[in-house]
C-alpha cells in the first residue's frame, strides 16, 4: 500500500521561491490550478456550514499563504516598478 500525500500550498510556495524566481515570474506567480479549486470547495463548504476541523485547518493554512503571496507579489512589483 502506498500513501500519496498531496503538496500543501506552503509547500508548493516554497518551492517556487526557493527556486530563485525573477521578480516578474515572483508578480505574476499563481499556486496551481489543482490548489486554487481545493481552496475554493473549502471556501464553499464554509459557507454552507460543513467543515470539518482538519479543513478548517487547511483553510487556515491557505490563508496564511495567501497574505504571504499578497506580501512578496506586492514587494516583487515595487521593486520592479523602482527599476523600470
Known sequence: MSLVIEPTAADVLSDFLSSAPSLTAIAE????????ERA??????QRD???SESERAEIDAFRHV????TLVKAKA????????
Do not use: N
Not at 499563481?30 to 490548489?35: A, F, G, H, V, Y
Not at 475554493?40 to 463548504?45: D, G
Open 49 to 51: 456550514g460543513t467543515l
Open 66 to 69: 495567501d497574505h504571504l503571496l
Open 77 to 84: 512589483r515595487l521593486r520592479l516598478k523602482a527599476g523600470a
Open 40 to 45: 475554493h470547495l473549502l471556501l464553499e463548504k
Open 29 to 36: 506567480y499563481r499556486l496551481p490550478e489543482t490548489l486554487q
